[in-house]
């Protein structure tokens, strides 16, 4: 198999890394991950990830609580995952670093963005937490941001649904999968499985976005090299 692409930000679903029991880490997800980004890492590809925190904490979750206060336990669940992952592909043999957008030394660096290039240099995946260290914004428009930041030739972004539908597949069985989508149709159609600030910012950058589902078979793998599955978004 060859890479297609040069420079990959993935976006990583935190529900979709807790498999069927929908909270935590889920050993055979995780490790199933790592095998297909060890591939991919050699194949000569920067990786650079951004995972989100639904595995342990989603919004207010029901409660009252103030939505910065309820985004910021969002930011730090984010990091939980990142270290996670951090450990795991590690002991894979391949030097990762984590960065943070919220200073928390003491277990992580700050986010920088010639730092994390400098990375890229020296053969590190960089895993970029705490979202953009804002509340009010989703790790989708995170992940969009970093990728626009690092010039990433694509955003892949694997959820926990195999791609893009005109209504939500879990309820309505005649739900339309969309092959391809341009960024206009998303905010159009009004359909949310990416964030509106983030398909707005990957538009005015011309950076193609790929929503495919984590549970397929070597998804990452295939979705780098090009093979076709998921959505795609392009101008």
Known sequence: MTAKYRRILLKLSGEALAGPQRFGLNADVVDGVVD????????GVDIGLVIGGGN???GRQGTNMDRATADQMGMLATVMNSLALMDIIEKRGIPTRVQTALNMVSVAEPYVLRRALRHFEKGRIVIIACGTGNPYCST???????????????????????????SDPTVNPNAKKYDTLTFGEIIEKRLK???????TMCMENNIPVLAFGLGEKDSIL?????EKLGTLITN
């Not at 297909?36 to 194949?43: G, R």
């Not at 428009?141 to 893009?164: F, P, S």
């Open 56 to 58: 342990f904490w989603r």
């Open 222 to 226: 295939r979705a780098v090299c090009g």
């Open 193 to 199: 499985v990416i964030d509106f600030t983030a398909a």
């Open 140 to 166: 989708d428009t995170a992940a969009a941001q970093r990728a626009c930041e690092i010039n990433a030739d694509v955003l892949l972004m694997a959820k926990n649904v195999d791609g893009i539908y005109d």
């Open 36 to 43: 297909q980004l060890v591939k991919v890492h050699e194949m």
